[in-house]
């Protein structure tokens, strides 16, 4: 059968467009940042505030958002590639690397040792972390907290067998602490602030001192690699909700308390206890990391040494 040139031609296109059709899909479909916030922060602001999303329609990127309770359940969806970048604490980053996840770190905020703290009920008998001897406490494992709690008791003179160690998220572990199953809790904020506001919780030892109590900007590798402008957009923006948020406490709290169910009075407390300023890693910062990363591995918390510098990211933040 004879084909016709405008025929053999129209075969053609097709065939090339049809390639091309699923590259342009392919792209459109890497041009999304899952971003992993937990109910309280500043990513959660930023969601709040609707103005990622605007910048990354510029440049023709989308972001899809998902809440996690926490650090450790955050980076656990990171490792199974269900989000692209997150923020947590100071532990989380450790474990998730001895777990092989391909996460890097991308920057930073100050420190903030007054936002997490070791709570006892009111009217407890223990009046000070060594009295922690032989006692049940709540922490959410893999948490900053958890950190907090080791460096503690080691001031106190105490070890981390010393305790009872109860495994709770956030929200199990203030039912616990209420119903007075353990002695003590171990939280960062704003939990921690609505348990010294509603249930008059007496804090038994912060950060201050023993514990810096970072908060970590982490993406996947693959992020990183091919993604590095929507990587400075979204660090842009976080610097825009810091500034926002330290500028004007009241505001970021009324918005923040539909979200977190938590009263606006209690936020601004909590608000003012957090840290602002988002920067890249710097020599110290890998350097407090890896001495948590040592002690972990030292008291088998993690299966293999870690080296941080290994996973921090060395462009622009």
Do not use: C
């Not at 223990?126 to 006692?135: R, T, Y």
């Not at 900007?217 to 923006?237: K, N, P, Q, R, W």
């Not at 926002?244 to 608000?271: F, H, M, N, Y």
Request: glycine share 6%; charged share 25%.
């Amino acid at each position: 059968m004879k084909i016709t040139r405008r025929a053999f031609t129209a075969v053609v296109a097709g065939a090339i467009a049809a390639p091309l059709a699923d590259i342009r899909i392919a792209r459109a479909a890497d041009k999304v940042v899952r971003i992993g916030y937990q109910k309280y922060g500043t990513l959660v602001l930023l969601k709040g505030k609707g103005t990622l999303e605007k910048k990354l329609e510029a440049i023709n990127y989308k972001v899809e958002w998902a809440e996690f309770p926490g650090g450790p359940q955050l980076l656990e969806a990171l490792n199974a590639g269900a989000v692209d970048f997150g923020s947590t604490g100071e532990t989380p980053p450790i474990f998730a690397q001895a777990a092989n996840a391909p996460l890097i770190y991308i920057a930073h905020e100050p420190p903030a040792p007054r936002g997490e703290a070791i709570l006892v009920p009111k009217d407890s008998p223990i009046k000070s972390v060594a009295d922690l001897k032989g006692k049940k406490v709540a922490f959410n494992k893999g948490s900053n907290v958890h950190y907090l709690l080791v460096k503690a008791l080691e001031e106190a003179g105490l070890t981390y067998e010393d305790v009872e160690p109860s495994f709770l998220a956030p929200a199990d572990g203030r039912a616990a602490f209420e119903r007075g199953a353990v002695d003590a809790w171990v939280i960062w904020d704003p939990f921690q602030a609505a348990a010294e506001v509603a249930l008059d919780a007496r804090e038994l030892r912060n950060g201050e001192g023993i514990v810096p109590n970072h908060q970590f900007y982490l993406g996947t590798s693959a992020l990183v690699d091919t993604h590095s402008v929507a990587i400075d957009v979204l660090i842009d923006a976080i610097s825009e909700i810091d500034e926002w948020t330290k500028s004007d406490t009241a505001a970021a709290a009324a918005q923040l308390s539909p979200s977190v169910g938590i009263p606006e009075p209690i936020l601004v407390r909590a608000l003012e206890r957090q840290s602002y300023g988002i920067k890249p890693l710097d020599d110290s910062v890998v350097a407090q990391q890896q001495a948590i990363a040592d002690a972990f591995f030292e008291l088998k918390l993690i299966p293999k040494k870690v080296t941080v510098a290994d996973v921090v990211h060395k462009g622009k933040a």
